[in-house]
Structures are given as structure tokens and as C-alpha cells.
């Protein structure tokens, strides 16, 4: 069974950064794709951003150039850097992983979610 856990959500400034992590814990070996989708009041939840265990990596649109993601694959952990945050930002995040793997075991679809961590972008 995998697990997600996120932190480092909160209340920031406009203009201001936040940093988020997900670190996955369970008999995982590797993760391919990682990332963060988020959900505002009324909306729907949307992809933020991706990465695969190759490096490639994936970005909405409204967030280029203002977020970063990476990965420590050794440690399944994602990081989510958020710059220059806006009230439109706003929203819980969440952290995802679509497939896993253990040591010797093949690849399994996972679709596993996080419990969430909010994000508020307000003066």
C-alpha cells in the first residue's frame, strides 16, 4: 500500500514562495510519474505539474515560469517550488503518483492521492 504525505502548504503574500513536499512511503521501489494537481472552491482539479523518473517534466500553463517541480527518486519524494504566488493560486494541492514499482516486482498502476495541503495566496 502507498501512502502520500505533503507539507508545506499555508497563508503567503502575493508575490510570495512557498515550497511543498510529498514524500511516498509503502513497499515502492520506484515511481514514475510524480507530481501535484490542485483543487480551488468550485473547480475542478487540474494537473500543476509532473515528473517522470526520466527528468521529463510537465507544466500547466499558468504556472510556467513561476513553479518548479523536482524529485529525489532515491527518497520517492516530490517537491513542488511556488514563486511569485497569486490569489488564483489558491487551492488545496495535491500530491500524486500514477505508477509504482517494488524491488524486483513489475510496474502497477497506483492512482494514488495525497491528503492534501492548502494553499491561501492573500493580503
Known amino acids: 500500500q502507498v501512502q502520500l504525505v505533503e507539507s508545506g502548504g499555508g497563508l503567503v503574500q502575493p508575490g510570495g514562495s512557498l515550497r511543498l513536499s510529498c514524500a511516498a512511503s509503502?513497499?515502492?521501489?520506484?515511481?514514475?510519474?510524480m507530481g501535484w494537481y490542485r483543487q480551488a472552491p468550485g473547480k475542478q482539479r487540474e494537473m500543476v505539474a509532473v515528473?517522470?523518473?526520466?527528468?521529463?517534466?510537465n507544466y500547466a500553463d499558468s504556472v510556467k515560469g513561476r513553479f518548479s517541480i523536482s524529485r529525489d527518486n532515491a527518497k520517492n519524494t516530490v517537491y513542488l517550488q511556488m514563486n511569485s504566488l497569486n490569489p488564483e493560486d489558491t487551492a488545496v494541492y495535491y500530491c500524486?503518483?500514477?505508477?509504482?514499482?517494488?524491488?524486483?516486482?513489475?510496474?502497477?498502476?497506483?492512482?494514488?492521492w495525497g491528503q492534501g495541503t492548502q494553499v491561501t495566496v492573500s493580503s
Open positions: 500524486y503518483a500514477d505508477r509504482v514499482r517494488g524491488v524486483f516486482g513489475p510496474w502497477k498502476q497506483c492512482d494514488c
Open positions: 515528473m517522470y523518473s526520466s527528468g521529463s517534466t
Open positions: 509503502g513497499s515502492i521501489f520506484s515511481i514514475s510519474g
